[in-house]
T-cell receptor
Framework: GNSVTQMEGPVTLSEEAFLTINCTYT??????LFWYVQYPGEGLQLLLK?????DKGSNKGFEATYRKETTSFHLEKGSVQVSDSAVYFC?????????????FGKGTKLTVNP | NAGVTQTPKFRVLKTGQSMTLLCAQD?????MYWYRQDPGMGLRLIHY???????AKGEVPDGYNVSRLKKQNFLLGLESAAPSQTSVYFC?????????????FGEGSRLTVL
């Protein structure tokens, strides 16, 4: 079945460092891919998405490219800030019983130190 | 602009007790979902609804029941709570299917079963 695998955390970086959080997926068909972010004490919110191969999603300085050949959707940011400290979830769509649902990875906790 | 509101935010139960979590959304969304979040497990879908009066099972439905009597509300019930149901529960809603739409999450409800 469809699933995502994220790099295990936690990840600790200094401010202005480069960030990569790896995400690979297993899927039948052509799923849409997402990154959601969860700030401390809050629910998840959509960070970016890509709906077809070679699409690049971007938001708030974060980017991820839908790579069908490597089944990957790695999250990157060139210069992280303390405010980026959060848990990041990769997700993809699964169609079951005639309706679409999201399947989430286990999450990667990022801590950015000043 | 309330978005998705969950009540209660915290609850402690004894094994065997029952309770209901309420999710309310004011965005006129058709789709609503209940997830649980456990350390190292990411988010797992419990039940979902694709419209008023409909419900369907997700990945981990055992021990839970749901109802969607009104479009804006999605209730999650535990008839006989067990320690394994200690978790953080998130409700989410979306206007259209998750493949092209966006899930909007509540802030979560932390449940402890003793």
């Amino acid at each position: 079945g469809n699933s995502v695998t994220q790099m295990e955390g936690p990840v600790t970086l200094s401010e202005e460092a480069f960030l990569t959080i790896n995400c690979t997926y297993t899927a039948t068909g052509y799923p849409s891919l997402f990154w959601y972010v969860q700030y401390p004490g809050e629910g998840l919110q959509l960070l970016l998405k890509a709906t077809k191969a070679d699409d690049k999603g971007s938001n708030k300085g974060f980017e991820a490219t839908y790579r069908k050949e490597t089944t990957s959707f790695h999250l990157e940011k060139g210069s992280v800030q303390v405010s980026d400290s959060a848990v990041y979830f990769c997700a993809l769509t699964v169609t079951q019983g005639g309706s679409e649902k999201l399947v989430f990875g286990k999450g990667t906790k990022l801590t950015v130190n000043p | 602009n309330a978005g998705v509101t969950q009540t209660p935010k915290f609850r402690v139960l004894k094994t065997g007790q029952s309770m209901t979590l309420l999710c309310a959304q004011d965005m006129n969304h058709e789709y609503m979902y209940w997830y649980r979040q456990d350390p190292g497990m990411g988010l797992r879908l419990i039940h979902y609804s694709v419209g008023e009066g409909t419900t369907a099972k997700g990945e981990v439905p055992d021990g839970y029941n749901v109802s969607r009597l009104k479009k804006q509300n999605f209730l999650l019930g535990l008839e006989s709570a067990a320690p394994s149901q200690t978790s953080v529960y998130f409700c989410a809603s979306s206007y259209i299917g998750v493949g092209t739409g966006e899930l909007f999450f509540g802030e979560g409800s932390r449940l402890t079963v003793l």
